[in-house]
């Protein structure tokens, strides 16, 4: 049975960092991606990046480049999130997805699977 697991959020200052992970597991050979996607508020669901499993490639949405960063372990199936230089902006649900349909990796109506909100409260 496949199940996302993200880590939880947390409360952060402005300008502090804070990394988020996310296990996939269940799937026969392993997922072929893995997405970050977060709503704040009154803003939709937005893409913040994502991780082919398979050769590591990071694609990014470009208002999240420069202080996001994805990477994986491959062996333990499970995508990190890093946020750097936090901003109140940032506060909001971060969720976490496996698998694509298509190979579209900053598409949330690509992914299957979606792991449950993690609280992130950026304030001073």
């Known amino acids: 049975e496949v199940h996302i697991e993200v880590s939880a959020g947390g409360e952060v200052q402005p300008g502090e960092s804070l990394t988020l992970s996310c296990v996939a597991s269940?799937?026969?050979?392993?997922?072929?991606?893995i997405g970050w996607f977060r709503e704040t508020p009154g803003h939709k669901r937005e893409a913040v990046a994502a991780?082919?499993?398979?050769?590591?490639?990071?694609y990014y949405a470009d208002s999240m480049k420069g202080r996001f960063t994805i990477s994986q372990d491959y062996a333990e199936n499970t995508a990190y999130l890093q946020m750097n230089d936090l901003k109140p902006e940032d506060t909001g649900m971060y969720y976490c997805a496996a698998e694509l349909r298509g190979w579209k990796p900053l598409s949330q109506y690509e992914y299957i699977h979606w792991g449950l909100g993690s609280q992130v409260l950026v304030s001073s």
């Open positions: 991780i082919s499993r398979r050769d590591g490639v990071a």
């Open positions: 269940g799937f026969p050979y392993g997922t072929n991606c």
